[in-house]
């Protein structure tokens, strides 16, 4: 049984997503730090259940589906000091009310940053070795490539442009260092030195869309990146190059981007589009110089165990009083996905 000085807690998210965020064993690590019914999920705040639940709790533990915290929630849990988001930003979940009575928030997006930086690199190495054009030769002519059609293909030496130093970013540049990539970074807050201890070259953003083989966005959605890649920047991108989206689609202009694909003078690797889905009519489906995939580059299946291990560390430190390892200040919303 919790001992009465272990903090309380309740869950607030999609009960679909519990199983895989928190398996048995690490439920029942979870049970030995807080306080929590693990049978209970709130859907809805205004519900009798949630009002009572949240009437004596210390600690939200959120996720996918859990609505948006506003000043009811605030009033309905006097007591709660912390929200700990088992999934990605918090932007949208965490309103003011909570901010200002001085709730601590923590998110595991360090943790979904992992497998969108693990897709993108998959996909740098697939696009610079020319895997994707080469199947659908293959496809048609069922022989292998002559030399000269794979000149261009290969991985050493590649150029590969990163744009923004974001968890996912960060994370990206690690994985890029074993190879023998020449890795160039765009990001307004990070300066050259800096740059170079993460393994690439600073950069403006112009010209790292005129030098990449490769550029990959790993900026927020925020109001200075929105189409931050449109018509004109689109240009700027070498014949053949590939861009790569994993971050959100209202970053590239998507009817420039539709032009410089159909034209086939760009390829693509879009986890992400604008509007997503795209509509059923959209070339982007069809066109052999684009690999499409539908927003799966962050956590999925066994990667949610990722996120729920982070929670339940961060409920470990909340209930010891030492500081939380994952948590998110306010000041840095405005510059954070
Ligand atoms: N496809 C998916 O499933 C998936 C999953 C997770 C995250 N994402 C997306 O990936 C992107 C990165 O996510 P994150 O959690 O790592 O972000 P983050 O919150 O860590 O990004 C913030 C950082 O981005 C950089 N930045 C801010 N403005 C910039 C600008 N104008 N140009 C370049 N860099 C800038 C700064 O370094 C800032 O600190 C976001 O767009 C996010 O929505 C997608």
Partial sequence: MPSASLPRAV????????PLLFPDPLMA???RTAEIDTGFVVRDFSDHAATTALADIEVLITGWGCPRL??????????????LHAAGSVRS???????????????????????VAEYTLAMILLAGKDVFAHRERFRRTHAQPTPAETSATGNF??????????????????????????VLLHDPYVDAAEAAELGAQSVSLDDLLLRSDIVSLHAPDIPDTRHML????????????VLIN???????????????LVSGRLHAVLDVTDPEPLPADSPL?????VFLTPHIAGSLGNELERLGRIVVEELERLADGLPLAHEVRHADLASMA
């Avoid at 506003?70 to 929200?83: D, Q, T």
């Avoid at 003011?96 to 998110?107: K, N, P």
């Avoid at 994993?246 to 410089?260: F, K, P, Y």
């Avoid at 489906?285 to 110089?289: A, D, E, G, V």
């Fill in 11 to 18: 869950f607030a998210m999609d009960p679909v997503h519990l």
């Fill in 70 to 83: 506003e000043a009811g929630i605030a009033a309905s849990a006097p007591r709660l000091r912390a929200v």
């Fill in 29 to 31: 690590r979870l049970r």
């Fill in 285 to 289: 489906y069809r066109l052999p110089n």
């Fill in 157 to 182: 030496g590649r150029r590969v442009g990163v744009i923004g130093a974001s968890r996912v970013g960060r994370r990206l540049l690690e994985l890029l260092r074993p190879h023998n990539f020449d």
């Fill in 93 to 115: 979940l965490v309103g003011e009310a909570l901010w200002e009575r001085g709730v601590t928030v923590s998110s595991a997006v360090t943790g979904n940053a992992v497998p």
């Fill in 230 to 241: 449109d018509h004109a920047r689109l240009a700027l991108i070498r014949d053949g190059g």
């Fill in 246 to 260: 994993t971050s959100r689609g209202a970053l590239v202009d998507h009817a420039a981007l539709t032009d410089e």
